[in-house]
């Protein structure tokens, strides 16, 4: 700022050197005012891109934290869906294994069964064989009989 002052000179009153020295004096003190305003709008231009920059910084944290968030989040996700996929794999593998250890027995018992039946049946045609005989044997002493009483009794 230029400080401009005036020196009163010869050819002025007192009047209008003291309205003169007035005029200065408020001159000079709404100069240092609007210095001060100045100061004041710089010191509060400073503060709020203080606060911009705050408050940037503290978007971008945010987000950063929200990132890392989401990454740990994907990777306790994935890691649940490959112990899961394991667990079903094992499941699987102990199904696959229970129905092989379960398979042999099974075809034992069916062999076994298979045996039984041919053995039943060979032992019922036995059977059936042993009664059509006796059956026939019966009828032909049956038969004799007959004949033997038929030719006592003359008939």
């Known amino acids: 700022m230029n400080n401009v002052t005036v020196e009163p000179s010869d ?3 007192p009047i209008e050197s003291d309205a003169l020295f007035q005029a200065q004096t408020e001159i000079r ?7 001060a ?20 910084a503290a978007s971008r944290d945010e987000v ?11 990777d306790e996700l994935q890691a649940m869906l490959a112990s899961k996929s394991e667990a079903v794999q094992a499941a699987v593998a102990a199904g696959h294994d ?6 042999a027995p099974v075809a034992a ?17 036995k ?3 042993a009664a059509n005989d006796e059956l026939r044997q019966l ?8 004949t033997e009483l038929e030719t006592k009794h003359g008939r």
């Open 11 to 13: 050819d002025l009153t």
């Open 29 to 35: 003190h709404l100069k240092n005012t609007i210095g």
């Open 98 to 103: 229970e129905k092989l250890q379960l398979q």
């Open 139 to 146: 009828r032909e002493t049956i038969s004799t009989l007959r």
């Open 127 to 129: 059977q059936k064989q």
């Open 64 to 74: 950063r934290q929200l990132q890392q968030t989401i990454q740990a989040l994907r």
């Open 37 to 56: 305003v100045r100061t004041e709008l710089e010191a509060t231009q400073a503060d709020r891109a203080a606060a911009v920059q705050a408050a940037v």
């Open 109 to 125: 018992l069916r062999a076994e069964r298979e045996e039984k039946m041919f053995l039943n049946a060979d032992a019922l045609e």
